[in-house]
């Protein structure tokens, strides 16, 4: 069986990425929250999207992260190269 090749650093930098989207989402929520106390916006779907974007991020960062932790403790059923 042939073995792929590793990825290149610059991609298995997940955390990095899940952590600037997450906080893209989180900023987007607070400016159309801000938006909406001020009475300039009302909140409709682009607030219900951010809120849920956000939260998906932060739900998708406590998996990788818990991917991690297994994968460094030897666990079986880790994926691997989780790093």
């Given amino acids: ?45 682009w607030f219900t999207t951010c809120v849920a974007g956000a939260g998906l991020g932060a739900f998708g960062w406590g998996v990788f992260t818990w991917q991690r932790a297994a994968a460094r403790r030897g666990s079986r059923t880790a994926q691997q190269g989780v790093e």
Avoid at 9 to 36: D, E, H, N, P, Q
């Fill in 1 to 45: 069986m042939i073995e792929p090749p590793p990825l290149p650093a610059r991609f298995s930098r997940v955390s990095t990425v899940i952590a600037i989207g997450t906080t893209v989402w989180l900023v987007g929520a607070v400016v159309l929250l801000v938006a909406w106390l001020v009475g300039a916006w009302p909140l409709d779907i």
